[in-house]
């Protein structure tokens, strides 16, 4: 607060003064002060008729406290003799700062001899740097020291960075040797703008550089992460990192250059505009005539591809450019005709093959020349070259056969009730089987379905149950713990089995709990069957199963349900429906050559033939048929009750 200083008139004689005409008197000022020592008082005399008249001295503090300093004001000629006497005190010396307020009285000049005028002044310096303390206190005048306890802080000090005010001014925002720092506002650690303080202030960086202060993932010490025409790194560059510009091929093998795709960390190719990419074909069945589908591209997505096809039918070896014409229902050699010249295409029926016991199961082998006929307590070879039957009847031959597979040797496979299994080659003068039971299984186990892979010695035989369980036999067949293992279950009621030639092929097919129909596919990378199709999006328990190749399989069963299997998506055929035409067929057996030469033969005994459109008699039944076989197009046989066999052999096509 501020100090009120008593000012004091008395009178006294000042000793040592000259007394003449214009100093007859004098005013004699003492200013009485107390805690400092360093600091000065300024004294100011004033004509109080005419302030024009004034006149100041300025005293030095004499270094020690309290103490009084005093002055003598003598009036001018000129002037009246009421004087306005004020004070003024400063810090340090007379050129310091001026502190508290200045303290005035008026007083007479004697016409002889002083008239006292006595002003009192304290103020605090503690720490005796010449600066007062700026601390309110009464009777105390306040300074411009804000540490009076430190004397190397005042209000002439040099501010530096060390947690305090130097100079008792802007705290440290006018230290000389504050450090730059940089506004951090994405919080990245990298600032942009520059601010000077002693301490990093908040929302500040130690260092700058950052091109792009709004986003946290942009600054300078990482690599370039987005391609999106802006530099995340503050380098200077834009998608450095990416190759932007660069030749490229896109997915169809078009020429392009590198861009930044939509995806932020992402390129693409941005294809030429000269760049048009058309369709490739390429041998798909392997029958030397590229004719499949591969896709665009204005390269040849896959080697070997040629831009016009050749090939009217890549389903199927037996139809290509070039081959002769036969009467198989096949379009041949590409004319769009099919069976020129040859006629009504004839079936030939033999009943009693081997006996009247009806025949579930036949397999052909030999190019169809020779087939095993299977059934109950049937095993029968038939030579169809010779019309010769051979029954093989012991007991270890017997059994309720469901299903039978022949290799290209002749050698027989086949599978029926309580898990029965039994194998034999084509030598009549051996009467015996090797006839084991598949592990694990009961008298509820029946072996519905059985297909080979051929080896280089003997083939590979996979078998499907009706409990799920599958079983693989290898040869020679006859060491049971290893020869003839468990392949895996599912949760099916499997009824058929099929290959393309390759243990990766492999397709078995059946029914679940509700009657829909399943197919599983086998794996070889994981050694497990794995669900093909499933979800119950087909009403009908599947019997029938052909794989011609990897790329396309054939499936059938109840209800009149055919599939097709090709790029892996099964997809349903039309309906086959009995010779009434509304009841839907029960088909036991498919047999392909291709998309448009698929065949079935049903309960009722007949035999349908699929074009790639609609479904036509090839044969028209009399008796029940349970299987289909044939090794080509030309040669076709069926097996079922009363030991009945239908056979088509195809006539030779006519002479050009």
Request: glycine share 12%.
């Amino acid at each position: 607060m501020r100090l009120i200083l008593m000012a004091v008139l008395c009178a006294s004689v000042l000793t040592g003064c000259k007394k003449d005409d214009s100093k007859a008197g004098a005013l004699n000022v003492t200013i009485g002060y107390s805690g400092f020592t360093r600091g000065c008082v300024t004294v100011t005399a004033t004509d109080a008729d005419n302030a024009g008249n004034t006149n100041s001295l300025a005293v030095a503090i004499p270094g020690k406290t309290p103490g009084t300093v005093s002055v003598a004001v003598y009036r001018k000629k000129d002037w009246g003799r009421v004087l306005s006497v004020t004070t003024q005190l400063h810090e340090v010396d007379c050129s310091g700062p001026v502190v508290g307020d200045p303290q005035e009285m008026k007083a007479q000049v004697p016409e002889e001899g002083t008239q006292d005028v006595s002003f009192t002044v304290r103020a605090i310096d503690g720490d005796g740097d010449g600066y007062f303390s700026s601390a309110d206190a009464e009777g105390v005048v306040s300074g411009t020291d804000c540490d009076d306890r430190e004397s190397a802080v005042n209000p002439k000090a040099t501010e530096v960075c060390n947690g305090r005010d130097d100079n008792c001014t802007l705290g440290e925002s006018d230290a000389v040797d504050k450090k730059v720092w940089f506004v951090d506002a994405d919080g990245d650690t990298y600032g942009s703008s520059q601010v000077e303080a002693c301490t990093r202030p908040a929302g500040a960086a130690d260092r700058g550089g950052d091109c792009n202060d709004g986003d946290g993932q942009v600054r300078p010490d990482r690599a370039e992460f987005r391609c999106d025409d802006k530099d995340d790194n503050c380098n200077g560059m834009n998608d450095e990192d990416f190759d932007v510009g660069d030749d490229c091929k896109d997915e169809l093998k078009c020429s392009g250059k590198v861009a930044c795709a939509s995806t932020p960390s992402q390129t693409s190719c941005a294809r030429l505009p000269t760049e048009n990419p058309v369709a490739w074909y390429v041998d798909g069945d392997g029958d030397g005539s590229k004719g499949q589908d591969v896709g665009l591209g204005c390269e040849s997505p896959v080697e070997g591809g040629v831009l016009q096809p050749e090939d009217c039918d890549e389903s199927s070896v037996y139809v290509r450019p070039g081959l002769p014409e036969l009467c198989d229902r096949l379009d041949n050699n590409c004319s769009n005709a099919v069976d020129e010249g040859c006629g009504t295409l004839a079936w030939t029926t033999q009943a009693g093959v081997g006996g009247t016991v009806d025949v579930t199961a036949i397999a052909l082998y030999d190019e169809g020349r020779k087939a095993w006929l299977v059934g109950e307590d049937k095993l029968v070879h038939f030579d169809s070259t010779t019309g010769e039957t051979t029954s093989f009847t012991r007991p270890s031959c017997k059994g309720n056969w469901k299903a039978v597979w022949a290799s290209a040797s002749g050698r027989v496979f086949a599978v029926g009730d309580a898990g029965r299994m039994t194998t034999r080659g084509p030598d009549t003068s051996d009467q015996e089987c090797f006839t084991p039971t598949a592990p694990g299984s009961n008298n509820q186990t029946t072996l519905y379905g059985i297909t080979g892979i051929e080896q280089i010695k003997d083939p590979t035989v996979y078998v499907v149950s009706s409990q799920g369980k599958t079983f693989k036999w290898v040869e020679p067949y006859n060491q049971l713990s290893r020869d003839l293992t468990e392949f895996g279950t599912v949760p099916a009621n499997l009824r058929a089995v099929a290959s393309g030639g390759s243990e990766d092929t492999l397709l078995a097919v059946g029914g679940d709990g509700t009657a829909k129909a399943v197919a599983y596919r086998y794996d070889t990378a994981s050694s497990s069957w794995q669900p093909d199709l499933q979800g119950g999006a087909f009403d009908g328990q599947l019997r029938g199963v052909h794989v011609t190749d990897g790329r396309f399989a054939y499936a059938a069963g109840e209800n009149g349900l055919v599939l097709k299997r090709s790029g892996g998506v099964w997809t349903s055929l039309p309906t086959v429906f009995e010779s009434n035409g509304t009841t839907k067929a029960g088909i036991r057996d498919v047999l392909a050559f291709s998309e448009k030469g698929i065949y079935v033969a049903t309960s009722e005994g007949r035999i349908l033939f699929y074009d790639g459109s609609t479904w036509t008699t090839a044969y028209p039944g009399g008796t029940s048929l349970s299987s289909l076989d044939g090794p080509k197009p030309t040669r076709i046989v069926a097996g079922g009750a009363g030991g009945t066999l239908v056979s088509f052999t195809a006539p030779a096509p006519p002479v050009p």
